[in-house]
């Protein structure tokens, strides 16, 4: 793509002036930055950490719906760069599924704070997730390879639900996660199903934190165990919820154990400054 896009940005910051780092949530496919507005965003924000989280080009309100067939992966990378700059004061980002692969893409280039990976697509790309999904219910992959969020039926939305929500979403929420389903670049798809990782982290890589739920049937714990892996650490898998587990009813307990650990890296360092 030849310029950035505007970019739809939501926030929600804390009620004082605060010293914490700003946080950057990134969307996986097929959705905008709406699905960390209902819970996710406040909750940081009221803990004290400014939180942002962005449409990446062509989701949302953001621009580029016009070029989305052929946006790949290093132009939502790009995006996530782009905002990263906007806001300043060097952020924590914060990637779900694909937004976690755009994290890791950022983080292997760019000097980044720290990266948070939520429900990652595991180092052998995309290939062997859709493999799976199809050999157990092929009707998922019929649907959402003709998927066309402006003519969405009940059937499909039925189809779709168990793979993304628990059962006892809110059906407000899951109504509008319905309004905000978006339609992914088949581009970018291709650029998840091919191996992600193809080299080992540096010495000096960032901080990194990998979460996944033992509700995902998308991101299979394993998965993220095998993301965790490839980053030298220890995954947190949190029982229950389901893949889109920003908008569970319970979606605290998997932001709690974040929660923790951005507390972990503050302390730590605090203590590096007073040395």
Avoid: K
């Amino acid at each position: 793509m030849s310029s950035q896009p505007r970019l739809e940005i939501r926030r929600r910051l804390p009620e004082r002036p605060t010293r914490r780092p700003p946080l950057l949530f990134v969307h996986g496919g097929y959705c905008d930055a709406w699905c960390w507005e209902p819970y996710v965003l406040p909750w940081f924000a009221a803990r004290g950490y400014p939180a942002y989280a962005v449409s990446l080009r062509g989701h949302g309100r953001s621009d580029g719906a016009d070029g989305l067939f052929m946006t790949g992966l290093r132009d939502y990378e790009a995006d996530v760069e782009h905002v990263m700059g906007e806001l300043g004061g060097d952020p924590v980002l914060v990637g779900h599924s694909m937004g976690a692969a755009l994290v890791e893409l950022v983080m292997a280039r760019h000097p980044v704070r720290a990266g948070v990976l939520l429900a990652p697509i595991p180092p052998a790309g995309l290939l062997p997730v859709a493999a799976r999904l199809a050999a157990q219910n092929p009707g998922y992959l019929a649907h959402f390879s003709n998927l066309d969020p402006s003519r969405l039926s009940a059937e499909v939305l039925a189809t779709l639900r168990p793979f993304y929500f628990g059962d006892d979403v809110d059906p407000r929420i899951l109504a509008q996660a319905a309004r905000h389903l978006n339609g992914e670049s088949p581009r970018a798809l291709f650029d998840l199903s091919l191996r992600l990782h193809w080299a080992l982290p540096a010495a000096n890589a960032p901080p990194v934190f990998v979460l996944g739920v033992t509700g995902d049937r998308i991101c299979l714990p394993d998965d993220v165990r095998a993301t965790a892996r490839h980053h030298g650490v220890v995954a947190t898998i949190v029982p229950g919820l389901a893949h889109m587990l920003m908008l569970e009813p319970q979606f605290d307990r998997a932001m709690q154990p974040l929660l923790v650990w951005l507390q972990g890296l503050e302390q730590a360092g605090t203590a590096r400054g007073s040395g």
